[in-house]
């Protein structure tokens, strides 16, 4: 083991952060008790639910499947909205820990309003989400780079806060160079990937049925299942952008070396969802400690030193 002891704390965008390991949002985050929680937890932010404008209660049940590959779900947004969250603010920050909000209007002018009452109720940073994949007759806006765009030129106008976009998964590189040029010329901040991969499907073959109730049985995809989709999206934003934003690598981080993992593709911090869900908060403490023994091992004294050390394979000609 190399000589350090490593911190695992990081800095985006100015804030500072005192474990580079968050909970992603979704995950625990819904009501004012599960807040505190992750308040008291080794989590390195609270990152709020998503909120909508009004209160959701969500997709019908079953909404949710964890399997040893990974998770599939149908959430649907469930969440107190934001006046509930926008107000709970001030008492989040005496844990003593950033918070970050998310936000995902519904209707005409929702981002605006409710990014303008989080950058009053004292946030640190907002995540604008462009890609949850459960709400009936609601597309991704993420995939569409023209409605994208002015979405984030409308938010930009509204916080001063370093806002961050949680993006879709992207296959093609078309996508990501889309998306890059609407993140750059709409003066986003950081880079939140990925999303559940939606509209997969799960199925019990001893009974022959699909896992969770709603849309049809499809839903979004998250731990395992994504992890390299996810370190794929993480690198290419990392080199598409030059390593010009912060990322906030999500996607199937169950142990310090995924997100050690997620580090070296070019992320800053990681989210966890799916394992949150799984283990609770305590899941923190171990990933923290995981983490810090793996920076070690590898002689990186932060999280920062290992960001995109990425090294190629040598190839030889066939
Ligand atoms: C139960 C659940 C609820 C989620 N809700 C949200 C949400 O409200 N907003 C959001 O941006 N992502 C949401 N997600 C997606 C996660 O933030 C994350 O991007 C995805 O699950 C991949 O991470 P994982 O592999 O650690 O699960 C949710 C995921 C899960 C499992």
Same mark, same amino acid.
């Given at each position: 083991m190399a000589d350090i002891e490593a911190s695992i704390a990081t800095e985006i965008c100015g804030v500072k952060f005192p474990s580079a390991v968050f909970n992603a949002a979704g995950a625990k985050d819904v009501s004012l008790e599960d807040l505190d929680a992750l308040g008291q937890s080794e989590a390195g932010a609270i990152v709020i639910k998503t909120a909508t404008k009004e209160f959701r209660a969500g997709n019908?049940?079953?909404?949710w499947h964890a399997d040893g590959s990974g998770s599939l779900n149908s959430? /649907?947004?469930?969440?107190?909205?934001y006046e509930r969250y926008a107000a709970a603010v001030p008492r989040l920050k005496e844990h003593g820990k950033p918070v970050i909000a998310s936000v995902s209007g519904i209707g005409e002018g929702d981002n605006e309003l409710m990014l303008a009452a989080y950058d009053k109720a004292g946030v640190d940073m907002v995540e604008v989400n462009l890609?949850?994949?459960?709400?009936? /007759?609601k597309g991704q806006l993420g995939y569409d780079y023209a409605a994208s765009r002015k979405m984030l030129e409308n938010c930009r106008r509204v916080t001063k806060l370093p806002m961050g976009v949680k993006l879709p998964p992207y296959f093609d590189r078309s996508q990501f160079e889309e998306m890059a040029a609407v993140l750059t010329e709409t003066g986003a901040d950081f880079v939140v990937t990925i999303n559940s991969i939606g509209n997969a499907l799960v199925i019990d073959p001893e009974t022959e049925e699909?896992?969770?109730?709603?849309?049809?049985g499809l839903g979004g995809l998250g731990g395992g299942y994504v992890k390299p989709t996810a370190l794929g999206n993480v690198h290419m934003f990392d080199q598409i952008l030059g390593g010009k934003l912060p990322i906030i690598g999500v996607g199937g981080v169950a142990a310090g070396t995924d997100a050690f993992e997620h580090l070296l593709a070019g992320a800053s911090a990681v989210g966890v969802g799916t394992a949150l869900v799984n283990e609770?908060?305590?899941?923190f403490m171990r990933l923290n400690a995981e983490l810090r023994t793996v920076l070690e091992e590898h002689g990186y004294a932060e999280p920062a030193a290992a960001r995109g050390k990425l090294k190629d394979k040598p190839g030889t000609s066939a």
């Open positions: 019908d049940l079953p909404r959430m /649907g947004l469930p969440n107190l909205g890609s949850c994949p459960n709400i009936a /007759g699909k896992v969770i109730a709603p849309n049809g609770g908060p305590a899941v």
